[in-house]
């Protein structure tokens, strides 16, 4: 009896080395394959023309010149400044919006509240391929009866993206987390809605607003088809289109496109590294309650 006993033991303990192996092989296997492009792009970034062109992996030699030939060649100069700026806007009125309705759905009653936040969540489901065409009507129009213009400056490049369901999505999650004594106590305080929510909400509810950051600074600074579509010239195009230019203009430059990809990402490689642990937190528990 005790040897069959110890013979599941070993059995047991065998399968479950068998499954975490597997486990692990498969999580290093994804890795290899998400990482792979990115590490060649870095190298490739790095090799001369010659070597960029032909079949190798490792630059015998880092040309650390490139950047600066892309920089050059492709004005990223301006472009970056512009991506700057609109992603600033962006990011300033979609946390503004976002906080404000996020709140309202989760501290405060109003008929129709749960219908309304339904129905909001319901435009998920949307692609947003689907409301470009809407999107640019609106702001052609706006252009035309307001006194600021739209088409090819910053209000059509940031304003139609400053309601983001997703954000208040998450934040009304997070929210309605707090608990209700903390409100009562504010109350008795002489805290309203808007005193609370800045110096109770806000604070408890950081993670969420990096993610927030976080996602809204991606998007941003990664736009592309849109930022063609209501503009025709330089002056307020972001580094996506500086980029997709300068792939246009580089022909077989491979060495310099890679380069100037390379630029384009490290803010977000930046902005990601000193906000993970919010990200991955806030995204962890985003479901708990609400």
């Known amino acids: 009896m005790a040897d069959k006993s110890a013979e599941n033991h070993w059995f047991q303990r065998g399968s479950r080395v068998i499954r975490n192996l597997s486990i692990y092989a498969f999580l290093i296997m994804g890795v290899v394959i998400s990482i792979t492009p990115f590490v060649w792009m870095i190298l490739t970034s790095l090799m001369s023309l010659g070597e960029a062109q032909g079949i190798r992996w490792i630059p015998s030699e880092l040309h650390f010149e490139n950047y600066a030939n892309a920089w050059r060649e492709a004005n990223f100069s301006e472009y970056f400044l512009n991506s700057v700026i609109i992603t600033l806007i962006t990011l300033t009125?979609?946390?503004?919006?976002?906080?404000?309705?996020?709140?309202?759905?989760?501290?405060?009653?109003?008929?129709?509240?749960?219908?309304?936040?339904?129905?909001?969540?319901?435009?998920?489901?949307?692609?947003?391929?689907v409301n470009i065409i809407p999107n640019f009507l609106t702001v052609t129009w706006l252009g035309r009866i307001g006194p600021i213009k739209w088409i090819n400056n910053w209000p059509a490049l940031t304003v139609p993206f400053m309601g983001s369901v997703f954000a208040i999505f998450l934040l009304r999650q997070f929210f309605a987390q707090i608990p209700d004594e903390l409100f009562d106590a504010a109350r008795i305080d002489g805290a309203g809605h808007l005193r609370f929510l800045w110096t109770v909400v806000l604070p408890l509810s950081k993670a969420p607003v990096m993610v927030i950051i976080v996602l809204s600074f991606i998007g941003s600074w990664n736009a592309l088809a849109w930022p063609l579509l209501v503009t025709n010239s330089p002056d307020?195009?972001?580094i996506a289109v500086g980029l997709y230019n300068f792939v246009e203009e580089a022909g077989q430059q491979l060495n310099l496109m890679m380069a100037g990809a390379f630029i384009t990402i490290i803010p977000i490689l930046l902005i990601y590294f000193f906000t993970q642990k919010q990200f991955t937190e806030s995204i962890a528990r985003s479901g708990l309650k609400g």
Not at 93 to 114: H, M
Not at 124 to 129: F, G, T
């Open 93 to 129: 009125g979609e946390l503004t919006f976002s906080v404000l309705a996020a709140y309202a759905f989760a501290r405060i009653k109003f008929p129709g509240r749960d219908a309304i936040f339904g129905l909001l969540l319901s435009t998920i489901m949307i692609p947003a391929m």
């Open 236 to 238: 307020w195009r972001p």
